[in-house]
């Protein structure tokens, strides 16, 4: 149980071009979801909190007009990373929590983005 | 400010000798704490928690964690350590009663199990 999958794993796209990263509770349903960067060899960095039905709340530095989120159902959030960049390159991890009140994050497997 | 602490960027420890990783906290009130697993290009697998109760908790794959109060530390423990150990791992928390359950990440220790 608590499964949480990504799509895609991977992608590579031009810069300017936009990008949608789904993420998708498969076994339970998530009235959270939270979207993390990491970069090679560090530790995960919170960019935003998706509420289902609500607008997400984003970390401090996070442009949110850079990064659109979309949690419109319990099992699905998307992030949408437009005018991409280069500097946008890096792992992009989903997680949820059950909405039957757990207290545990499950991750998804993480989608790898590099932007030319 | 709230803040996780994993003080070792990399454990090695030999195949079948026990292991540990180590983790000391600082968050208001009383603290949720996890362990979770990486392996390269995957997201993260949760091992075990700490919420309430009692202070020696049992994960997956044979690792366990004790909670300890007056120390603030949550270290991750294993009798015997395997080769498929190898992975970088995450020590988190948060504080019961948050205005959200947004996670605090440690910085992760990569541990090495040779042969």
């Known amino acids: 149980g608590a499964v949480v999958s990504q799509h895609p794993s991977r992608v590579i796209c031009k810069s300017g071009t936009s990008v949608k990263i789904e993420c998708r509770s498969l076994d339970f349903q998530a009235t959270t979801m939270f979207w993390y960067r990491q970069f090679p060899k560090q530790s995960l960095m919170l960019m935003a909190t998706?509420?289902?039905?609500?607008?997400?709340?984003?970390e401090q530095g996070v442009e949110k007009d850079k990064f659109l989120i979309n949690h419109a159902s319990l099992t699905l959030s998307t992030l949408t990373v437009t005018s991409a960049h280069p500097e946008d390159s890096s792992f992009y991890i989903c997680?949820?929590?059950?909405?039957?009140?757990?207290?545990?994050?499950?991750f998804g497997p993480g989608t790898r983005l590099l932007v030319l | 400010a709230q803040s996780v602490a994993q003080p070792e960027d990399q454990v090695n420890v030999a195949e079948g000798n026990p292991l540990t990783v180590k983790c000391t906290y600082s968050?208001?009130?009383?603290?949720?704490l996890f362990w979770y697993v990486q392996y390269p290009n995957r997201g993260l697998q949760f091992l075990l928690k700490?919420?309430?109760?009692?202070?020696l908790v049992k994960g997956s794959y044979g690792f366990e964690a004790e909670f300890n109060k007056s120390q603030t530390s949550f270290h991750l423990k294993k009798p015997s350590a395997l080769v498929s150990d190898s992975a970088l791992y995450f020590c988190?928390?948060?504080?019961?009663?948050?205005?959200?359950?947004?996670?605090?990440f440690g910085t992760g220790t990569l541990l090495a199990v040779q042969p």
């Open positions: 997680s949820a929590t059950d909405s039957s009140g757990g207290e545990t994050q499950y």
């Open positions: 998706s509420n289902e039905g609500s607008k997400a709340t984003y």
């Open positions: 988190a928390g948060r504080y019961y009663g948050g205005a959200t359950n947004k996670l605090i």
């Open positions: 700490y919420i309430t109760g009692d202070n």
């Open positions: 968050v208001s009130g009383n603290p949720y």
